[in-house]
């Protein structure tokens, strides 16, 4: 059945850092025919589908933090009922801020694009999806403990680590693998430094990442952490009460 039908991967935020690069590796790494690169910036995204060269890119110009855009995807998936082979939920923002000072529209956007968006498309994108398929939710190292200044995109990072491996779990017996990708700090527009360091945590390279993370989606892992620093701190917070890991983390100051 699967043959019948164009196979193609969905990637959103694709217009810049680990988005724009999981379309690159994705080309060279599966066999596809369409990439839909989902963003609100569409110059950017024509652009990139102007790099792809064996995959043909295709633009969609979308805000997930409303309903609209989020059915534009579903939409186009229901006319032409693809075999979405790859779902990577990447679209999310944050900020370093105390939070009485955080705006409460800001709030209300950054739950709509890092929650409520991957959950609901992948919801609406799964008819679409059978055995092999896989799916890529990016959440962050911010997932493994509390940060003050840093609340809200935190907790929001550390639902959609336990919303996959739930997900995986329901999934399994369908053949469709759920893998969480748990960057550190890197060098994307998130961290606008040209530092090496931030807070004497290492700024990773982007593109080792996303490597690693589609090595451990075509092995159909559940979690995809790269670099001995951020398993380190996996590991850490793994041992800590969470009022103590609250306590150190509030000690450390992130870029705005």
Same mark, same amino acid.
């Given at each position: 059945m699967t043959n019948e039908r164009k196979k193609i991967a969905v990637i959103t935020g694709a217009s810049s850092g680990f988005g724009r690069l999981f379309a690159l590796?994705?080309? !060279?790494?599966?066999?596809?025919e369409e990439i839909w690169?989902?963003?609100?910036?569409?110059? !950017?995204?024509?652009?990139? %589908?102007?790099?792809?060269?064996?995959?043909?890119?295709i633009p969609i110009a979308a805000d997930l933090s409303t309903e609209e855009g989020l059915n534009i995807i579903s939409e186009k998936a229901k006319k032409e009922k693809p075999f979405i082979k790859v779902l990577i939920n990447n679209a999310?923002?944050?900020?370093?801020?105390?939070f009485c000072e955080g705006e409460?529209?800001?709030?209300?956007?950054?739950?709509?694009?890092? *929650?409520?968006?991957? *959950?609901?498309?992948?919801?609406?994108?799964?008819k679409y999806m059978s055995e092999s398929s896989m799916i890529a939710n990016i959440a962050s190292s911010a997932a493994? %403990?509390?940060?003050?200044?840093?609340? *809200?995109?935190?907790?929001t990072k550390c639902f959609i680590l336990n919303f996959s491996y739930a997900l995986g779990e329901e999934l399994k017996e369908r053949d469709i693998s759920v893998t969480t990708v748990c960057p550190g700090p890197a060098?994307?527009?998130?961290?606008?430094?040209?530092?090496? !360091? *931030?807070?004497?945590?290492?700024?990773?390279?982007p593109v080792k990442i996303v490597e690693k993370a589609v090595r451990d989606m075509k092995k159909r892992k559940r979690i995809s952490i790269y670099g001995s620093q951020t398993n380190l701190l996996?590991?850490?917070?793994?041992?800590?009460?969470?009022?103590?890991?609250?306590?150190?983390?509030?000690?450390?100051?992130?870029?705005?």
């Open positions: 590796e994705l080309e !060279k790494n599966l066999d596809l690169l989902v963003a609100r910036r569409e110059d !950017k995204l024509n652009e990139l %589908a102007s790099m792809l060269e064996r995959v043909k890119g999310g923002f944050g900020r370093s801020e105390e409460e529209k800001y709030y209300s956007d950054m739950i709509d694009v890092n *929650v409520k968006a991957p *959950v609901i498309l992948t919801r609406k994108l799964l493994f %403990a509390p940060l003050p200044y840093f609340s *809200v995109y935190a907790a060098q994307t527009e998130f961290f606008k430094t040209k530092e090496k !360091k *931030v807070n004497h945590l290492k700024i990773e390279d996996r590991f850490v917070s793994s041992l800590m009460p969470r009022s103590l890991l609250a306590k150190i983390a509030g000690h450390i100051k992130f870029p705005k």
